[in-house]
Every structure is written in C-alpha cells, then in structure tokens.
C-alpha cells in the first residue's frame, strides 16, 4: 500500500478532533475517499509507503507516555502528562515532521498533519462522508445505559456516519438559522448583565476576583445555554446559590465529566478490557448528569402540551426544544440526548473561552481599550437591551473569540504569538489569512452545530463585562492546561474597576 508521504496535513491544532485523522479499516481516510483526478494521481506517483511515514508505535509511547523519552530526542525527557496533551502535539511535529503517524496498541492507527494546503483537501474529499474520532469511553457508557435509555445510539457528537446524518439533517436548520438563535438575543443579554452585577458584588467584596472565579463564570455558561437546552432561567447567578444545589453539583459533574474523559480518551485504554476507576466515576457521574436534563425537558415538553392544548400558540412562537421535540423523525431521547450534549459541550468551552479574552484584555491594555470604544460608540449608555443591529456593529468584538483557538505558525500568521485581534478585521490589516488555518468551529458538514449559540453567548458577555468595566491581572502569566479543552493554568484573580 502507498500513500502519499506528505499529502493531506492538519495543523498543529489545539483540538484533538482536529489533531487527528482516524484510519478506516487500515486504510488512510484519503484512500478510502473518491477523491482521484489527474492531479492527485501525479503527486502519488512518487509517494512512500505508508510504512514509512515517521511517527510513534507502542515501544516509543512507552518511551514518551512512560519513561518520558522521546526518540530523536533523547537529551530532553518530557513524561507525559495527559492535562498537558497540547505541548505534546506542539512537539511532535518538530520531532517527526509535519505529517506523522500514531499506531499504538489499544487505539486505531491515527495520522496527523500540520500543512493547512492538506487541511484543506482533507475537508474537501471527506464533506460528504466527515468522520469524527469520538469519545468511545462515552459512547460505550451511553451504548449500555440502564433500560437501553439511549437506544443504543450516543448522539450527534459522537455517532458518525448514517446515524448522524439522520439527527443532524433533522436538527441543522432550527440550530443553525440565525434568526433562530436571534430569538435567545434578549434572555442571553439579561444572563450577561446580570452577571457583571455579580462581578461587582465580588470586587467589593474582596477587592479583586477570588480564586474560584472561574466557577462563576462556569455559572454564567449554564445560565446562558439553559435558556436555550432548557428553555428556562436555572437561577445560576444567585448570589445565595448553595454550594450543594443541583446548580452547583450539574456544573462540578460537567467538569468531572471532562476531567474524566481527558484521561479515558487521551491515555492508554485499559477501560476497553476492565472497568477501570474513572470509567466508572465517569459512568456515574454521566447518569446525574442525564437525570437532571431529562427531568428539565419533560417539565418543558409538559408546558408545551399544555399550551397546545389551551390553542393560540403558533410555530414561529415556538422555542428551539419545542420544535425539536414536535420535530417529525425525531424521538424525546433524539432531543434529550441533543439537549444533554449542548449543556455538556456548552459550559467549559465558552467558559474557558471568555476567560482566556479577559486574560488576553488585561494584559493588552490597549486592545482593552479599543474594545471599549467601538462598545460606548455602539452601546452609548448600556441601558437597553442588545439588539440584533447592535451586535451586528460590533464588528472588533467579535473577533476576539477567534483569536484564542488559532495556530501561531509564522508561516500562516504574522506575528502568530502576539495577541492582534486586528488579523481578523475584514480588511485584513496583518495581511491574507488562509481560510483553514483557523477553524475553531471546524469546517463543511460536520461544523459545531452549536456555533451561533456560542457565538451569541460569548458576544453578549464580552459586550456587557468590557462595557461596564475596565479590567487588570496582576499575577503570573497564565498558561493552557488540558482537559480535553483549553483551560487557563492560574486562578483569575482579575480586578475589575467600573468605568462610570
């Protein structure tokens, strides 16, 4: 078997899902794709066999996962640790190249590719049939649920294939059409001023943030996407919240869940072969988890029946899970499942991703600044709510969140280290950015499908927090720890300082 020996590249990406192309019944993605035109035949016909291809195997893991010793590199050991997953794809590339290949003992046999040209190709010869590693710990738990409660299917995030088309061909234009989405702009407005309320009640209190303000934010996460998963405000913000109600103990089991499944997926399976300690913490932890959306959603299926039964309620009315759940093709578990993994997916990533925009505006006094311009110039005053053209103007707040999940190769980006949320300005003022170099939503079919939830999520709180405050970080610098996401290394002991 050949394949070309420098073909289809990924970049150093910062998401396993992107890190990663998973090789179909032993053959690499692209030969099983129906991908051939002259061109491509021209660049095979010189390319190595894939035996070739430089990488790691079970000895050398040992060696790099174990012993802490890498081959080529043996002056300078690094053990691997599974919360700092992102240095070892950050270096694995300068070891083996841009294109390398992972064939370890327990796991399907990975390639990896760091050249955006072949990121490219990759997406264009997989958009009709896109296939996503997924998170097979997970899966597995969901798979053997009690009562078959999943009917054997795990979700949109995880299943591939004709599964997955059927649940994303179903739910794609209710979750995707802006307009949709538009309907959540005031509820997702009143979560984000509510929360710089409770920024303020904090830096009284203490006279900066506490170290646990990450929690805060995680609050606010679950406050904004239960507006959308659950149709309803969950009382996250209150100020007098227990540390055990059942809003507390939803957002800790989220984050165990991630923890869990950081070392499930990333370190060797040995859950495959025996239930190890954290598949069953995972198990368990997912089952409460399940509980509490599942019991949210009926409470909301049983006001829609309600309201169906009294009349007067049309569809353009209808919130996103009512129209899920009187979706035809759709079952209540298709949309329990939907939902569940929204709240899942919803709470540590835009958590960590405003968190990190605040890191990056505290130590950027002058972005901060810029920021807060365009914002008094499009918001004046902040008394009223967001709205639709307002958000549309807020064209340097946008950008911001992209900036945090790109590559920082001088080859792709000018100045790829420095935090310049100019690069992304439609005029394009560091220059062309190649269109796959930066695909923190990833790309084609198989694109987040809560993109314009987050999107609005995030827009909203950075309008409001960076509105009313002026923002400062006066501790060490701050660095990327992994739990399957991006999460910041230090406590956000920031201080906040109202501007009016």
Known sequence: MTVPFKSFQIRNSLTLCQALVAVRNGRPVWETSQYSTAASEASTQ???????????????????????????????????????????????????????????????????????????????????????PPLNSLKKIRAEAIDNFFDKKAGILLENFEEWKRVRSKVQVPVMRPKNILKYLQEMDNVSRDFTDRIAELQLKHGEMPKNFQQEIYKWALESVGTVALNRRLGCLNPNLPSDSEQEKLINSVNNMFELLNILEIEFPWWRYIPSPSFKKLKETH????????????????????????????DKELTLLETLLQTEGLTRKDVMTFMLDMIFAGIDTTSHTVAFTLYLLARNKDKQKKLQEELDLVLGEGNE????????????????????????????????????????????????????????????????????????????????VMHRFNIDYKYQDM?????????????????????R
């Open 46 to 132: 010189f390319a190595k066999p894939f035996s070739e291809m430089p990488g790691l195997n079970t000895f050398s893991a040992i060696r790099e996962f174990v012993l802490g010793k890498i081959v080529k590199d043996e002056n300078r050991p690094e053990i691997f640790n599974s919360r700092e997953a992102f240095k070892f794809w950050r270096r694995m590339p300068n070891i083996y190249g841009p294109t390398f290949k992972l064939q370890i003992v327990g796991q399907p046999t990975m390639v990896a590719i760091t050249n955006v040209d072949d990121v490219q190709k990759l997406y264009q010869i997989t958009m009709d049939d896109p296939e996503r």
């Open 287 to 314: 089952e409460f988890v399940t509980s509490i959306v599942y019991s949210r959603i009926l409470e909301t299926e049983k006001e829609l029946l309600t309201k169906i039964k009294e009349g007067g309620r049309t």
């Open 385 to 464: 709510t967001l709205k639709e053209e307002q958000i549309a103007n807020l064209s340097y707040s946008m950008v911001f969140a992209l900036n945090l999940v790109t590559a920082r190769d001088e080859k792709y980006f000018k100045k790829g280290n420095e935090f310049i949320p100019e690069r992304w300005m439609r005029d394009k003022p560091l220059g062309p950015i190649h269109p796959y170099a930066a695909l923190p939503f990833s790309h084609g079919t198989r694109m987040c499908i809560g993109r314009r939830i987050a999107e609005q999520e995030m827009y909203t709180f950075i309008a409001r």
């Open 479 to 499: 660095e990327t720890v992994s739990r399957l996401v991006a999460v910041p290394s230090e406590p956000l002991r920031f201080e906040f300082t109202e501007r």
